[in-house]
């Protein structure tokens, strides 16, 4: 059953400060096997992307199995049943393309990328590593001993574990609290018999959709995407047990030894909002103002005037469920709690009174000017739509986005800013040289000490 969708679909920034441009609208398609198919169709450049999103990513992970949607989206561009791993990558370098698969916390996401006179070739070659991957044992362990490779060089970058070890603090054994990637240990006890069971679990045509962009017509793709996808089998799909994240009391605090650090990197924060949630606009300007523009209140006190750092900010990650707000930096481990302070100091001032209507204007005209260079090719526009059916965002999300920002009054961020923000009840993680460090830290709340191989 076809759907269109009206949306009209920004490419090219150009538009944006002429005028506005008709564009055909977006097209979708569900095949009887459940398979979302959306179609946007574009002729300025001859190119196609292609994504396919399979509705599982690192929060599908089993207990004790961290990491294996990120290594069951590794293998499959390591062979299939009729292609080794140098054939698949030798037809897709053949015609200029490209061709990739990764994990997120909520999906994995195959694409194709290719000229549009190569489309049949990027199609069976992504339909082909989606329908049958091999998962050879000797494609397991190369890939598995990449994989361990990069988690013990990532112990030697102090804001990787400081990311790492706010996640794991913050979240406990919420779906989101390990690293997508696995640790050594869950990375090690992964056997073909696990990825074999999460790919027939969740690599379901009913569990996944398609996003196809460039120079198409939608009634052409929809045939060949029928023909070559018609045959995948529908399934039924577990779903995740979501428990309730967990709601820090006080400040806790988490403090990885890196002994060798001359630095302290740092992050904290709390739970935050869902991307569905309806203060979203009201949350992405007040996250501007206070750590993400150059002009931020974060920058302009932490790092200009107080000199305590070359880069800070504030992060709203947005998923499918409740992920993180956080402030991270990193300062000369004399200044940890100075920085750490005056940062609890602005985020506090925040929720205190309306920004300014410099800042307010600030971000606006930020937002209009950048969210549509975000749609400016094929694979950015893809991306969206991505977003768009991964979210279940409303069909509009695009067309209506800079009437949204512009509808948020500097009264919805005061207000966005009280109910969100909790800076009374924090988590920190903090990678420093403890001795240096944890005497201060202890005027903040409990402090927890793990070592770099702890983690």
Known sequence: ?????????????????????????????????????????????PTVSMRMVIRAGAANDPDGKAGLADFTSGMLRTGTKTRTATQIAEAIDFVGGSLGAGADRDAINASADVLVKHLDVGLDLLSDIIMHPAFDTAEIERHRNE????????????????SKGFNQFLFGNY?????????????????????????NNYFRPNNAFMVIAGDIKPADIFSKVSKIFGGWEMGLVPKIRWNTPPSPKGYQVLLIDKPDATQTSIRFGHVGITRDDPDYYPVLLMNYILGVGFT???????????????????????????????????????STMSAIKASLRIIKGIRTAEVTDNEYNDAVNFYEGYYP?????????AAEIVKIK?????????QDFTKNIKKVTKADILRAAQKHIDPDNMVFCVVSNAA?????LKTLGPVTVKTVDGM
């Not at 200009?304 to 900010?313: P, S």
């Not at 279940?392 to 999300?397: G, N, T």
């Open 373 to 381: 260079m975000t749609l400016e090719t094929p694979g950015q526009v």
């Open 1 to 45: 059953m076809k759907r269109i969708l009206t949306i009209l679909i920004f490419f090219g920034f150009s538009f944006a400060l002429a005028s506005e441009v008709k564009l055909p609208p977006i097209t979708e398609d569900t095949l009887s096997n459940g398979l979302i198919i959306v179609a946007v169709e574009n002729h300025e450049l």
């Open 296 to 334: 931020s209140r974060l920058n302009n006190e932490v790092r200009v005037k107080g000199g305590m750092t070359y880069d800070i900010r504030s992060t709203n990650e947005w998923n499918i469920k409740p992920a993180a707000f956080y402030c991270n930096t990193f300062t000369e481990n004399d």
């Open 175 to 199: 779906p989101y609290g390990h690293p997508s990637e696995g640790t050594e240990a869950s990375v090690t006890s992964i056997t073909r018999d696990d990825i074999t069971l999460f790919y």
């Open 147 to 162: 994989i361990l490779s990069g988690i013990v060089q990532g112990k030697d970058d102090p804001d990787n574990l400081c």
């Open 436 to 440: 240096t460090v944890q005497d201060s």
């Open 390 to 398: 991964l979210y279940k965002l409303p069909v509009s999300y695009i």
